[in-house]
């Protein structure tokens, strides 16, 4: 007989807080109550709005239990329930025979970010794709260009320490709705307040946070670049810390020349933001130390999103803040953790060089001949909502020569278009680690209850394909304590004498060595050691030898009629995790775009009304909503809705452009131009 007890875990979801959660399971071995982890150092105790009712969604009735075999055309919906060993079978035999006909190469493994756990989710690539030679999948749908922008100039995203922001005396949340997508930062923002620290926001909307915050800058979208130039030209004039600029840093002088261009008259007209106030806050960071950049990953969603993430990351260094407890640049943490990707995700049972297939080209790598994708796995991922170019993903995803399994816990929208579709367990069925990209500890996650129906691991799943399709290296029925005791088996680790044993004990660890967390103390992670303004790299990556700004591509036109669409982190889900469960739907309520008040009135847009918005890639249906939160020349809404919320059955992404970021195929999500008009249903 059990008795009720209490399990350790963490959410799996892709925010950047990666709360500690504990699960009470009762004596019947049901899950009966999720709360946050009051012992944990940064997320406290609390969870959030989209993840309270996870218990009550995990076993809501439109989980999947079982798998099934589509019997209609791709996208009719129409299923039927077959066993694991015939989802198995089918699946064993369609590889062999891509495998054979086509090569490994024709082999998609599609990891999304529906859970961003090591085992589990996108954390690391799993070995049975390695050892059967699958394509390689290139996650560039989140943050990609800005680590990437970074990795020119500091050489890492992890610059400080978020709880550092304590001590800090000025906060700028640059592209960061942080009550809404990383609200566990926000209680160190409020004690950094209440010891005088100012709190500013650049964002083109006017969102919660920077209702909240004491001053709000709003710059046209995509004009981040030009922004931080001005305000390093200010900084110039009013005071550098000429010390670090001399001792720590490479190139300064070419940097400052360039400067030049940039006045605040100039930056003034690009951005559409008053000289006085670049003046007044490139002054506020001459002389208010330490000062803390806290960089969201909405700056960076545009065709110079890489370019924006490396000019911001040179106001630290102009400000010396980089050497300031409590100063610096944060954007992910994820860089901290040096754990042991490579011995989990095993790159070294592959015995050929497979071509690399880029996640936010969904539509147009299915679409390429010389790819030849004969088979897709989409795991954890939605691309029918979350992807770009809906039209061109629909269109793909319903051809019959491409073999399209789904893993998911739910039937996505994504599924409809499967061949076969499995059931995935969720965070308290399996055993996960997680780690945070917006602090410095890693969570171990223990399985609460058993699966409900035949609900696998992706885990487990891997290790019965495998099986199925006859192979036998034995690196791939590690369990999995073995592929966990696999990724802690890192010197930083190691050293530290932490394994799996004392990590599943103590439910959370901090990462070693990272009290008083200095990344710059000594060098910068760049090959010189030093902060780089000038780099010879960026220059042969054709990004210019010195941080620069270059235009969007969409968002900062003047097209009278149109505007700049950003479509950014909602408030009742995580990208489109949950977001087609009835009660989540209700209360998400209809699907709303955000115009100010003179732009509505100029192109007679009624507040209320159903409007399409669109441009010539598709249009989705919202009611039209006049708010504050709307600068002039842009309109607002959010990610992740399902497409059946829209009456026209297409979502946001329809109007977004697949189209590749100047740094590592990033997404361009908030670099796009649509036109607003009322809605006329068809026929
Ligand atoms: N317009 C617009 N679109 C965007 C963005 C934007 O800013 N604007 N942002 C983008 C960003 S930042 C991201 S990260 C992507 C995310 O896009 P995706 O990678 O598609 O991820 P999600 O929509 O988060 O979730 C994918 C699926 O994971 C499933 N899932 C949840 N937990 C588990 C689990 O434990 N196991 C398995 N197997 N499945 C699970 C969910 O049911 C869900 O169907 O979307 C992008 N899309
Ligand atoms: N509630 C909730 N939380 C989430 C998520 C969610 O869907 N819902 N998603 C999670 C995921 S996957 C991620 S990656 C993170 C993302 O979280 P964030 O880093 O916050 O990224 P976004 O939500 O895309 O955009 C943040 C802000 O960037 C702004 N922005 C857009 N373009 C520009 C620009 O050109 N300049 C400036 N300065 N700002 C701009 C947007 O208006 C928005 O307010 O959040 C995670 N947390
Ligand atoms: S979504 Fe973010 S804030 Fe909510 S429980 Fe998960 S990690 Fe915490
Ligand atoms: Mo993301």
Same mark, same amino acid.
């Given at each position: 007989?059990?008795?009720?007890?209490?399990?350790?875990?963490?959410?799996?979801?892709?925010?950047?807080?990666?709360?500690?959660?504990?699960?009470?399971?009762?004596?019947?071995?049901?899950?009966?109550?999720?709360?946050?982890?009051?012992?944990?150092?940064?997320?406290?105790?609390?969870?959030?709005?989209?993840?309270?009712?996870?218990?009550?969604?995990?076993?809501?009735?439109?989980?999947?239990?079982?798998?099934?075999?589509?019997?209609?055309?791709?996208?009719?919906?129409?299923?039927?329930?077959?066993?694991?060993?015939?989802?198995?079978?089918?699946?064993?035999?369609?590889?062999?025979?891509?495998?054979?006909?086509?090569?490994?190469?024709?082999?998609?493994?599609?990891?999304?970010?529906?859970?961003?756990?090591?085992?589990?989710?996108?954390?690391?690539?799993?070995?049975?794709?390695?050892?059967?030679?699958?394509?390689?999948?290139?996650?560039?749908?989140?943050? +990609?260009?800005?680590?990437?922008?970074?990795?020119?100039?500091?050489?890492?995203?992890?610059?400080?320490?978020?709880?550092?922001?304590?001590?800090?005396?000025?906060?700028?949340?640059?592209?960061?709705?942080?009550?809404?997508?990383?609200?566990?930062?926000?209680?160190?923002?409020?004690?950094?307040?209440?010891?005088?620290?100012?709190?500013?926001?650049?964002?083109?909307?006017?969102?919660?946070?920077?209702?909240?915050?004491?001053?709000?800058?709003?710059?046209?979208?995509?004009?981040?670049?030009?922004?931080?130039?001005?305000?390093?030209?200010?900084?110039?004039?009013?005071?550098?810390?000429?010390?670090?600029?001399?001792?720590?840093?490479?190139?300064?002088?070419?940097?400052?020349?360039?400067?030049?261009?940039?006045?605040?008259?100039?930056?003034?007209?690009?951005?559409?933001?008053?000289?006085?106030?670049? +003046?007044?806050?490139?002054?506020?960071?001459?002389?208010?130390?330490?000062?803390?950049?806290?960089?969201?990953?909405?700056? #960076?969603?545009?065709?110079?999103?890489?370019?924006?993430?490396?000019?911001?990351?040179? +106001?630290?260094?102009?400000?010396?803040?980089?050497?300031?407890?409590?100063?610096?640049?944060?954007?992910?943490?994820?860089?901290?953790?040096?754990?042991?990707?490579?011995?989990?995700?095993?790159?070294?049972?592959?015995?050929?060089?497979?071509?690399?297939?880029?996640?936010?080209?969904?539509?147009?790598?299915?679409?390429?001949?010389?790819?030849?994708?004969?088979?897709?796995?989409?795991?954890?991922?939605?691309?029918?909502?979350?992807?770009?170019?809906?039209?061109?993903?629909?269109?793909?995803?319903?051809?019959?020569?491409?073999?399209?399994?789904?893993?998911?816990?739910?039937?996505?929208?994504?599924?409809?278009?499967?061949?076969?579709?499995?059931?995935?367990?969720?965070?308290?069925?399996?055993?996960? +680690?997680?780690?945070?990209?917006?602090?410095?500890?890693?969570?171990?996650?223990?399985?609460?209850?058993?699966?409900?129906?035949?609900?696998?691991?992706?885990?487990?799943?891997?290790?019965?394909?495998?099986?199925?399709?006859?192979?036998?290296?034995?690196?791939?029925?590690?369990?999995?304590?073995?592929?966990?005791?696999?990724?802690?088996?890192?010197?930083?680790?190691?050293?530290?004498?932490?394994?799996?044993?004392?990590?599943?004990?103590?439910?959370?660890?901090?990462?070693?060595?990272?009290?008083?967390?200095?990344?710059?103390?000594?060098?910068?992670?760049?090959?010189?050691?030093?902060?780089?303004?000038?780099?010879?790299?960026?220059?042969?990556?054709?990004?210019?030898?010195?941080?620069?700004?270059?235009?969007?591509?969409?968002?900062?036109?003047?097209?009278?009629?149109?505007?700049?669409?950003?479509?950014?982190?909602?408030?009742?889900?995580?990208?489109?995790?949950?977001?087609?469960?009835?009660?989540?739907?209700?209360?998400?309520?209809?699907?709303?775009?955000?115009?100010?008040?003179?732009?509505?009135?100029?192109?007679?847009?009624?507040?209320?009304?159903?409007?399409?918005?669109?441009?010539?890639?598709?249009?989705?249906?919202?009611?039209?909503?006049?708010?504050?939160?709307?600068?002039?020349?842009?309109?607002?809404?959010?990610?992740?809705?399902?497409?059946?919320?829209?009456?026209?059955?297409?979502?946001?992404?329809?109007?977004?452009?697949?189209?590749?970021?100047?740094?590592?195929?990033?997404?361009?999500?908030?670099?796009?131009?649509?036109?607003?008009?009322?809605? #006329?249903?068809?026929?």
């Amino acid at each position: 007989m059990r008795v009720p007890h209490d399990v350790f875990g963490a959410c799996p979801l892709d925010c950047p807080d990666a709360c500690s959660w504990v699960v009470t399971v009762d004596d019947h071995g049901r899950a009966v109550k999720l709360r946050g982890n009051a012992d944990h150092p940064h997320t406290r105790g609390g969870l959030c709005v989209k993840v309270n009712p996870y218990l009550e969604f995990s076993s809501d009735p439109s989980r999947l239990l079982h798998p099934m075999r589509r019997t209609g055309p791709k996208g009719s919906g129409q299923f039927e329930p077959i066993t694991w060993d015939e989802a198995l079978g089918a699946i064993a035999e369609r590889l062999h025979d891509i495998l054979a006909e086509h090569g490994g190469d024709s082999i998609w493994p599609f990891d999304g970010t529906g859970s961003v756990g090591y085992l589990q989710g996108c954390g690391a690539p799993h070995r049975f794709w390695s050892a059967i030679g699958a394509a390689r999948h290139h996650t560039s749908i989140c943050s +990609i260009s800005g680590h990437l922008g970074m990795s020119y100039t500091s050489g890492s995203a992890a610059g400080m320490d978020p709880e550092d922001v304590v001590h800090s005396k000025l906060i700028v949340l640059w592209g960061s709705n942080t009550l809404t997508s990383n609200q566990h930062l926000w209680p160190f923002i409020e004690t950094a307040r209440a010891d005088g620290a100012y709190v500013v926001v650049i964002d083109p909307v006017r969102h919660r946070t920077a209702e909240r915050a004491d001053e709000h800058i709003a710059p046209r979208v995509g004009t981040d670049a030009a922004l931080a130039l001005g305000l390093c030209h200010v900084i110039a004039q009013q005071g550098t810390d000429t010390r670090f600029l001399a001792e720590r840093t490479s190139g300064w002088a070419a940097f400052e020349d360039s400067l030049a261009d940039y006045t605040p008259e100039r930056v003034a007209q690009i951005c559409d933001v008053p000289a006085e106030a670049i +003046i007044a806050l490139g002054t506020r960071m001459a002389v208010s130390q330490p000062m803390a950049i806290k960089l969201g990953q909405g700056m #960076q969603r545009h065709r110079h999103g890489g370019q924006t993430a490396r000019v911001i990351s040179c +106001i630290p260094a102009l400000t010396g803040d980089y050497a300031r407890r409590g100063g610096g640049l944060v954007y992910s943490t994820s860089d901290a953790y040096m754990l042991n990707g490579y011995k989990l995700s095993r790159p070294d049972l592959r015995r050929t060089q497979p071509q690399t297939l880029v996640m936010t080209r969904l539509g147009r790598e299915l679409q390429r001949a010389d790819a030849n994708v004969k088979a897709l796995f989409v795991m954890g991922a939605n691309p029918m909502v979350s992807n770009p170019d809906q039209t061109l993903v629909r269109a793909q995803l319903t051809r019959d020569d491409v073999f399209t399994v789904v893993f998911d816990a739910y039937r996505t929208d994504t599924a409809e278009y499967a061949d076969i579709i499995l059931p995935s367990t969720l965070q308290t069925e399996h055993t996960e +680690i997680m780690e945070s990209f917006g602090h410095l500890y890693l969570n171990w996650n223990e399985p609460a209850v058993a699966p409900p129906g035949e609900c696998l691991s992706k885990t487990e799943f891997m290790r019965r394909l495998a099986a199925a399709m006859g192979l036998t290296e034995p690196a791939l029925f590690a369990t999995d304590l073995e592929l966990a005791a696999d990724l802690l088996d890192a010197p930083l680790w190691r050293d530290a004498g932490i394994g799996v044993d004392q990590l599943r004990t103590a439910g959370w660890l901090r990462i070693p060595g990272t009290i008083d967390y200095a990344p710059f103390a000594e060098r910068f992670a760049t090959p010189s050691g030093r902060f780089e303004f000038v780099s010879a790299r960026a220059e042969r990556d054709g990004h210019g030898l010195l941080p620069n700004y270059r235009p969007p591509s969409e968002a900062a036109d003047d097209e009278p009629g149109t505007f700049a669409l950003v479509s950014p982190a909602g408030q009742f889900f995580v990208n489109s995790v949950f977001a087609g469960i009835d009660r989540n739907i209700e209360r998400a309520g209809e699907p709303s775009i955000t115009v100010c008040a003179a732009d509505a009135a100029e192109q007679s847009l009624v507040h209320g009304e159903l409007v399409s918005v669109g441009n010539d890639r598709g249009s989705f249906v919202a009611r039209l909503n006049i708010g504050t939160a709307a600068r002039s020349g842009i309109a607002v809404t959010t990610k992740g809705a399902w497409t059946k919320v829209f009456s026209d059955g297409q979502s946001v992404n329809v109007t977004v452009p697949e189209r590749d970021s100047d740094m590592g195929a990033g997404a361009v999500y908030h670099d796009n131009r649509v036109s607003i008009r009322p809605y #006329q249903p068809r026929n």
